[in-house]
Every structure is written in structure tokens, then in C-alpha cells.
């Protein structure tokens, strides 16, 4: 096992839980880790890029966290490719952004997007001749807790979309025009029970209006 140490890698203890180690893993002890500061604000930095030159057409990654299951499991087991996890064990009144996993894509003032971009992307594979089980949903996303008992004066969400910095969004969601997420409806009607907003859709070339705040009737 390595870990760091100081500015050199040495070869640590001999825990088996790990092969390489920087910092010390603690979930309340301040200064075990790697400081962080105004000056290092990172620790793990991996950088890539293109040299200049046109890529071939393949996928491209700075870092890749994979995890391979090649015998059957069973029981409460959960497996992942990649943790980001961040704790917070104090008080935070701070106004930045919080999260586990910062994804980001950033298109420079002078670059051109043509094709679909986004700040995470999730995906999933279940080919022919694998097996979904009844009562399991596979998903590219899914919200999860383990506690929301905590006092909440605010409010949670599984998606939660803020005031861009600037400019604002289109659409709350895109589907493709044959993607399977979505329905043609039945004939309704709707009745305005308050003030109200549309959420703005757009499902292939079409833009659609979901009500927020009606009564839906016979739909």
C-alpha cells in the first residue's frame, strides 16, 4: 500500500483496505486529511488535454473509477465505480454550493457546441440477454437518502433547478420524440384552482406545458 506522506509517497501501514492512501480517512477528526485551503484547493489534480490536434472518434476520460462483479451477489451489497462524498459536521451558513460530485462543462466563449453536452451524464446498459428482475427499476439517475429526519425549515428535493448565473434555462426537461418517457394523453380538461405555472418541455420538436397548481379532470 502507498501513501502520502508529507511530499514523498512511502510505504505506510499495511492496511488492507486500500492500496493507495492520501490522507487519513476520519469522519469527525479535523487534520487527518490533506489541509485544504485559499492557496490548495484540491488535492488530486489529473489533468489531460488534445495536444492541439483533432481526436479520433472514441470516448476520452481524465480519470476512469470502474469496479467488475464477475461472480453473483446477494444480500444489502451496494457497488459503485466512483464515490464523491462530502460531510459536513459543523454548522454551514456559507452561500456557495454544496455537493458530492461537481460536474462540469464548460464551453469556452469562442467554442461551438454541435452536439449533446452536459455536466453529468448518466448511463445504463441492460443488452439482449441480460435480465431486468419484476419490481427492480434501472435507472441513469436515481435520488436516494439514507436520513431526511433532520429538522427541515427549508425544503428537499430530487431536482432542484436555481436561478442560472446568468441568462436562463429553456426547458426543465428534453425528450426525444420517440424516447418511450413519454405518452400521448387522453381527452381532459383543467381547472384553475389558484395562481399557477407551466413547466416548460420540449418533447422531440415540440414544446409542451406541464400545468402546476390545476385540477386535472377526466385526463
Known amino acids: 500500500m502507498l501513501r502520502f506522506q508529507g511530499t514523498t509517497w512511502g510505504s505506510g501501514n499495511t492496511d488492507p483496505g486500500y492500496d493507495v492512501e492520501i490522507g487519513t480517512w476520519s469522519s469527525a477528526t479535523a487534520g487527518v486529511g490533506r489541509p485544504i485551503n485559499s492557496s490548495r484547493t484540491k488535492i488530486l489534480d489529473v489533468c489531460c488535454d488534445d495536444n492541439g490536434a483533432a481526436l479520433s472518434a472514441t470516448s476520452y476520460r481524465a480519470i476512469r473509477g470502474r ?3 464477475t461472480a453473483a451477489q446477494s444480500g444489502d451489497l451496494s457497488v459503485f465505480g466512483v464515490q464523491g462524498h462530502l460531510k459536513n459536521t459543523a454548522a454551514d451558513t456559507s452561500t456557495g454550493n454544496k455537493g458530492g460530485v461537481w460536474g462540469y462543462y464548460e464551453a469556452g466563449s469562442a467554442s461551438h457546441i454541435a452536439t449533446h453536452s452536459c455536466g ?3 448511463m445504463i446498459d441492460i443488452p439482449s440477454g441480460a435480465h431486468l428482475a419484476t419490481g427492480c427499476v434501472a435507472s441513469a439517475f436515481l435520488a436516494s ?6 429538522t427541515t425549515d ?5 431536482v432542484h433547478c436555481p436561478n442560472p448565473v446568468a441568462g436562463t434555462w429553456d426547458f ?13 394523453g387522453g381527452a381532459g380538461t383543467c381547472t384553475v384552482t389558484g395562481g399557477w405555472v407551466k413547466i416548460a418541455v420540449r418533447v422531440g420538436a415540440t414544446t409542451y406545458y406541464i400545468p402546476a397548481g ?6
Open 214 to 219: 390545476v385540477t386535472l379532470n377526466n385526463s
Open 67 to 69: 469496479t467488475l462483479l
Open 172 to 184: 426543465f426537461a428534453v425528450f426525444g420524440d420517440t424516447s418511450g418517457a413519454t405518452a400521448a
Open 154 to 158: 427549508g425544503v428537499t428535493a430530487c
Open 120 to 122: 453529468v451524464y448518466g
Open 145 to 150: 437518502s439514507n436520513d431526511l429526519g433532520g
